[in-house]
C-alpha cells in the first residue's frame, strides 16, 4: 500500500517495515515514516507531523456464511460484536462518579451530561445521593469545577473498558 501511495505521487521511495516504536526514528534511521495513528497524539510528541493521509480504515467484523448459519457460532459472533462495539464506544468517554446532598441534587445534575440519565443511589447517609454517569472526555475538564461549584463531593473520574447499550 506505501509503495503503491508513493507511485502514483510519482515520488522514488525505499520502503522498509518497522517492528514498534516507528515514530522515534525520522531523523536518524528515517526521512519519513507511514504509521498507522488514531490521534495523531504520539506523532506530535516526537515533534513529527501528519503531511497527507494513505488510508481511512474502519473497523468491520466478518463472518463466512457458514458460521454464520450455525446457531451457536452466530451467538458467539454476535456476543463478539456486542464486545468490540462497546469497546470502539467507550473510547473518548470516561466514568464520573460523586457524592451530593439531596438537596444541591437538581444543581448537579443540571451541570451533568449524561449518556441516557445519570444512576443516582442512596448512600448510608439518607441525606447523601451517589450519582454515576458516562460523559465525553474533553467534557469533565470541563465540568468538574461546575461540578464542584454546585455543591458536589468525591468527584472520580474513570476510565472505560467498555459502554454496551
Known sequence: MTRNYFAACKVPVKVE???GATEIKPPMLADAIVEITETGSSLRANRLRIIDTVLESTTQLISNKKAWDDEEKRRKIENLGLMLGGAIYAQGRVGLMLNVRKQDLAGVLAVLPALQKPT??????????AVNTIIEETTAWRIMPQLKTAKAEGIVEYPLNKVVL
Request: aromatic letters at 24%.
Open 17 to 19: 517495515f518497522s517492528w
Open 120 to 129: 443516582i443511589s442512596t448512600l448510608s447517609d439518607g441525606e447523601w445521593v
